[in-house]
């Protein structure tokens, strides 16, 4: 319980540091030290995604991942957080379609491709206790995957 309390409360913190910079980023566009705080609190609340994701909080997980995705959908991991919580809420269809959907995007994190972030998440997710049938769905499908686009940029083009 203690462990969950510590959660809920790094991600209200999130939270109000989000709108803060946030706001103060709508007043003063032209400076690049809130742009850069900005920036880092949204990769935190798309790791924060992650780590409810690990802990097995689902609904927290997604709405983390869509906080983040909301101000910066061009960073393609926080849609993988996004995909593996709607899976575990039972959205498969939902998780499928963002799963395929950047299939083959060469940079998704750190000069990982959206394949191999993919499936290593799966790989830590299997370590956490975490499973789902569509893991190994979408595990075949990019693996069967050669041929990835040029490049994370016409994967987000592709996007609804």
Do not use: C
Request: proline share 4%; charged share 30%; glycine share 6%.
């Amino acid at each position: 319980m203690r462990r969950q309390e510590r959660y809920d409360e790094a991600f209200a913190a999130s939270l109000e540091e989000f709108a803060v910079l946030d706001a103060l980023q709508e007043k003063g566009r032209d400076n690049p030290q809130w742009r850069e705080d900005l920036d880092r609190s949204v990769a935190g609340l798309g790791s924060l995604s992650y780590e409810f994701l690990l802990a097995q909080h689902f609904a927290k997980a997604l709405e983390a991942a869509d906080g983040a995705i909301g101000h910066d959908p061009d960073i393609l991991w926080f849609h993988t957080n996004r995909a593996h919580a709607l899976m575990m809420l039972g959205r498969e269809d939902e998780a499928r379609t963002l799963y395929l959907k950047y299939r083959g995007a060469n940079d998704a994190h750190s000069g990982t491709s959206w394949n191999d972030l993919v499936v290593a998440d799966f790989a830590e997710m299997r370590e956490a206790g975490i499973d789902h049938p569509l893991m190994r769905e979408v595990e075949s499908v990019l693996k069967q995957t050669h041929e990835p686009v040029p490049d994370a940029e016409q994967a987000k083009q592709t996007a609804p």
